[in-house]
């Protein structure tokens, strides 16, 4: 499977916890990809080939290597995703404000996660060997 079909699978859920369901996390652990997405409004976390989460109340950086969330540029190797907390900019294609984007220099494919049918969260997937 490739990282866009990935990305087409999980596009368009509902917001719930737990967000994955065993197979896609099995699936995404298989084939090394990271997904990413935001949980209430101060969380960013990763599932599949890699297991974290980093704090970003009202939007913020988390920097990250292969195996963790590391809280800063410690280390080379390390890479950085932005969470942009509802950013007047990130709309989807009805024109509403997506509450959870990101921005990163890793190549990805997105995804979106709804809740109660409002865009909650263009989540992210990339490979974990990018990083």
């Known amino acids: 499977m490739d990282i866009k079909e990935f990305a087409q699978m999980l596009n368009g859920r509902q917001y719930a916890y737990p967000q994955f369901t065993k197979e896609e996390l099995q699936l995404a652990k298989e084939n090394n990809f ?49 969470a942009l907390w509802c950013d007047k900019e990130a ?12 921005k990163t220099d890793i190549p990805h494919e997105t995804f979106m996660i709804y809740e109660d049918d409002e865009p909650y969260c263009q989540a992210i997937v990339f490979r974990l060997e990018d990083v």
């Open 34 to 82: 990271v997904i990413v997405c935001g949980a209430s409004d101060d969380l960013m976390e990763f599932y599949g080939a890699m297991e974290d989460e980093g704090g970003c109340f009202d939007g913020g950086e988390v920097w990250f290597n292969r195996g963790r969330v590391t809280g800063g540029p410690i280390t080379t190797g390390e890479k950085c995703i932005e």
């Open 91 to 102: 709309v989807d294609k009805n024109g509403q404000v997506i509450t959870w984007t990101y």
